[in-house]
């Protein structure tokens, strides 16, 4: 198979901004609802698709994180800066969003094409990236925050373990719907290529 990739437009890109976009702000509102938070998988599938000239779009992105966590706690009559989950560790979000942008970032600078190779490191990006990101959110939170009333090294290890599974999976659900759906549109693409040749003919 040929390695080379075409090139995604500027169009292409902003439509993929757009949506991703739209799914944080459907999706963020709870954690573990019936449909999940997407943010973690957003940055990273951000990262893959929006990496070089489109870069504003991790700050755009932080900041949509950032107005959608304001207006569901404010909608609770909760002030924002009072709200559990906010609190010095709440800016530590930046971090760890940028280390799953910079997964997928570096998963497409190595990106060739629908092979085996790829979607190994496709598992193994996500991977690395998602826990990385959990580790700092989760460690931030835990040392920092003041709603952590007495901390210690082995009540961080039982926290970390707690959590670490469904925020990573749900992460890893939402990359595996991503690189399908990525799939599914490079292999239509190449599919139309033939019949643009014969209708040209």
């Given at each position: ?5 075409p ?5 292409l890109?902003l439509g993929?901004?757009?949506l991703l976009g739209l799914v ?6 709870h ?8 943010s973690w998988?957003?940055?990273?599938t951000a ?5 070089g ?5 991790f ?12 207006f569901v706690?404010?909608r ?5 800066w009072?709200h559990?989950?906010?609190s010095p ?8 969003y940028?280390?799953?942008w910079f997964?997928?970032?570096w ?5 060739a094409?629908?092979h085996?190779?790829?979607f190994?490191?496709l598992?193994?990006?996500a991977?690395?990236?998602?826990s990385a990101?959990y580790?700092?959110s989760n460690g931030?939170f ?12 082995g009540g ?7 959590w670490y599974?469904?925020f ?5 659900v939402?990359i ?5 759906l ?6 239509a ?13």
């Amino acid at each position: 198979m040929n390695t080379a990739q075409p090139s995604v437009s500027n169009d292409l890109r902003l439509g993929i901004f757009l949506l991703l976009g739209l799914v944080m702000a459907a999706t963020r509102s709870h954690h573990f609802a019936a449909v999940p938070d997407a943010s973690w998988a957003v940055f990273f599938t951000a990262g893959f698709y929006l990496r070089g000239s489109f870069r504003w779009a991790f700050p755009l992105l932080m900041a949509l994180a950032v107005l959608v966590d304001f207006f569901v706690i404010s909608r609770q009559g909760i002030d924002f800066w009072s709200h559990y989950c906010v609190s010095p560790a709440y800016w530590f979000l930046v971090p760890s969003y940028a280390v799953l942008w910079f997964g997928g970032s570096w998963l497409r600078a190595r990106y060739a094409g629908l092979h085996l190779r790829e979607f190994a490191l496709l598992a193994a990006s996500a991977l690395v990236a998602a826990s990385a990101c959990y580790l700092v959110s989760n460690g931030s939170f835990y040392w920092i925050s003041a709603s952590v009333p007495a901390r210690s090294f082995g009540g961080w290890i039982e926290n970390l373990g707690d959590w670490y599974l469904p925020f990573v999976q749900t992460t890893l659900v939402y990359i595996g719907i991503a690189a399908l759906l990525h799939v599914a549109t490079v292999l239509a693409a190449r599919s139309l290529i033939p019949a643009r040749a014969d209708t040209a003919r």
